[in-house]
C-alpha cells in the first residue's frame, strides 16, 4: 500500500479499510507502516484521526445518556405530580384518618412571631464595641498574662 502525505484522511480510511478486510480474511499480510504481532502501529494523522473518532463516539455516547437521564428525570416529575394530587391526598387522608389522626388546617393554627415565648436571659451581656472583642473580663495591655 502506498501512503502520501498528501491527504492523511484518505490514508488513514485506506489503512482501515485493508486492516478490516485482512482481519475478515484471516490474513497476516502488512497492511500499515509498522506491524508486529497483529499490531499496527498508526502514522501520527492515523492516530489524530483514530483519537477524534474515539472522541466523537464519547461525546454521541454521552448525549444519548443525557438524553436518557433527562427522560427518566421527566418521567419521575410526572409521577411526583400524580401522587401528590390534592384529591388523592385528600382521599388517603380520610381513609387513614384513624390511624395517622390528621386534620385539616385551621387559622386559628398560624400565628405570629411576636406570639413566641422567648427565654429570659438571666444577667446582661457585654456589648461588643470591637468585633475581636471576646465575651468576659479582657486584661489591660499593660499586664502580662500568667497562665
Do not use: C
Amino acid at each position: 500500500m502506498i501512503i502520501s502525505n498528501s491527504n492523511p484522511i484518505k490514508n488513514a480510511a485506506k489503512l482501515y479499510g485493508e486492516q478490516t478486510k485482512a482481519a475478515k480474511s484471516g490474513s497476516t499480510a502488512k497492511t500499515g507502516p509498522v506491524q508486529q504481532k497483529d499490531e499496527v502501529i498508526l502514522s501520527p494523522e492515523a492516530q489524530e484521526i483514530s483519537l477524534a473518532q474515539q472522541a466523537l463516539k464519547d461525546v454521541a455516547r454521552l448525549n444519548a445518556e443525557i438524553a436518557d437521564l433527562r427522560e427518566a428525570l421527566s418521567i419521575q416529575r410526572a409521577e411526583w405530580a400524580y401522587l401528590n394530587r390534592p384529591d388523592r391526598l385528600r382521599e388517603l387522608s380520610t381513609i387513614n384518618f384513624d390511624r395517622l389522626g390528621l386534620l385539616p388546617m385551621q387559622p386559628e393554627q398560624f400565628g405570629h412571631a411576636s406570639q413566641i415565648a422567648f427565654p429570659v436571659v438571666e444577667e446582661e451581656l457585654p456589648l461588643i464595641i470591637d468585633p475581636v472583642d471576646v465575651m468576659g473580663e479582657q486584661e489591660p495591655a499593660d499586664q502580662e498574662v500568667t497562665p
